[in-house]
């Protein structure tokens, strides 16, 4: 607790000064090293997890995530949301029927996202603070951006393996190519972030590991590199549906957000942290910009393979409403009080022309309601 308190000022003390309060950033696997670090030193058995759950609830402290702002209000989450299971469910019975989702079995629906990455920084967001407090941290935080990581998962047959975005204009030679892991893809941008070069790039390979001639369900969310319209108009010629998650929506909508991240994450800390292990610390380790990249995608590619180990995907795709095995009301366990009826759904087949322009009005109407409420906000 005193090692807390070094990092976290307690909010009671007000003999302070200002520039005198430590806001630094506390995680639990922050305290659980700490605690390995001491028993250590003091000839005692490492701590279990649950002894840790249980001092922070003896001294009065809880894990807490960053405050969302501009949340979008809850009866309008519920609307949205019903808005795109119904367009999910609809899409489903343009073409012919497959299996008991029409057009599309477990392994044609697929979501894709992508999130920032440290090279060692704990990943976690949730950090420890003092119950009833606002949870502030000032100074640098450890988390800082070293790349970008897009995952894209299937219920079942995960065929795309990550992509990292480093940042740069990519002039490296071979052999620092040939050192990646091989289960990862490499792609650099001005920024390190997604852009549309990018994202055209990873359609590319997308489109070669699942194309299948049958039609395929791609559901991502708005941000503005997902919608060009040239990307959206491409996927559309080979026979891919693209779902949007409306904008506000995700935290609740989007699996990648609401379980896959965190699961990848914890992962590749634990992958970060065995490397570190073996050089006893974090601060001997001197590494070059070429060694940090070669490093970064081995560390994803073994924290890819043990997400696929110990992540349940096709049950979570059932929980979250993507896949489906019958016509019951769905519930969202992410979603609290919502619930979709699919017996509302109706939809006219005449015409495959038809379906396709309906298709393409329903996408441009999805893209101009997040421009409108974009711009709502703004004002």
Not at 93 to 105: C, E, P, Q, T, Y
Request: hydrophobic share 35%.
């Amino acid at each position: 607790f005193t090692w807390y308190r070094s990092r976290r000022t307690d909010p009671k003390n007000k003999s302070l000064a200002p520039a005198d309060i430590r806001r630094e950033k506390v995680t639990f696997s922050h305290l659980e090293k700490e605690g390995r670090r001491i028993a250590k030193q003091l000839n005692h058995s490492i701590p279990s997890s649950s002894w840790y759950i249980r001092f922070m609830k003896r001294h009065g402290l809880s894990l807490q995530q960053p405050k969302r702002q501009d949340k979008v209000p809850i009866d309008e989450v519920h609307r949205l949301a019903n808005s795109f299971y119904m367009y999910n469910r609809r899409v489903s019975l343009w073409s012919i029927k497959r299996g008991v989702m029409g057009a599309f079995i477990p392994e044609d629906i697929c979501n894709m996202d992508e999130s920032p990455l440290a090279l060692f920084g704990d990943q976690a967001k949730r950090s420890i603070n003092d119950i009833g407090t606002n949870n502030e941290i000032n100074g640098y935080i450890s988390n800082k951006r070293f790349c970008t990581v897009m995952l894209t998962v299937f219920p079942k047959n995960q065929r795309m393996q990550p992509v990292v975005l480093f940042k740069g204009k990519g002039n490296i030679g071979v052999d620092e190519r040939q050192k990646y892991a091989k289960g990862v893809h490499v792609i650099f941008t001005p920024k390190g972030v997604i852009n549309g070069q990018s994202m055209n790039m990873f359609c590319k390979k997308w489109l070669e590991k699942v194309s299948d001639g049958h039609p395929k369900l791609f559901i991502i969310d708005s941000a503005n590199s997902h919608l060009k319209p040239e990307i959206i108009q491409n996927l559309r010629k080979k026979n891919v549906v693209v779902s949007i998650i409306p904008k506000g929506c995700t935290q609740y909508l989007q699996l990648l957000d609401t379980s896959v991240f965190s699961v990848f994450k914890n992962h590749y800390q634990a992958a970060a942290n065995e490397y570190i292990d073996n050089y006893t610390s974090r601060s001997k380790i001197k590494l070059t910009a070429k060694q940090k990249r070669i490093l970064c995608t081995r560390l994803i590619s073994t924290a890819w393979i043990r997400t696929q180990k110990s992540f349940d995907f096709e049950r979570a795709f059932l929980d979250i409403g993507y896949t489906w095995i019958d016509e019951s009301p769905v519930s969202i366990r992410t979603l609290p009080g919502f619930l979709f009826d699919p017996s509302t759904v109706t939809i006219s087949t005449t015409n495959n022309n038809n379906n396709e322009e309906e298709e393409e009005d329903n996408e441009d109407q999805l893209i101009a309601e997040e421009k409108k409420r974009t711009h709502i906000c703004l004002i």
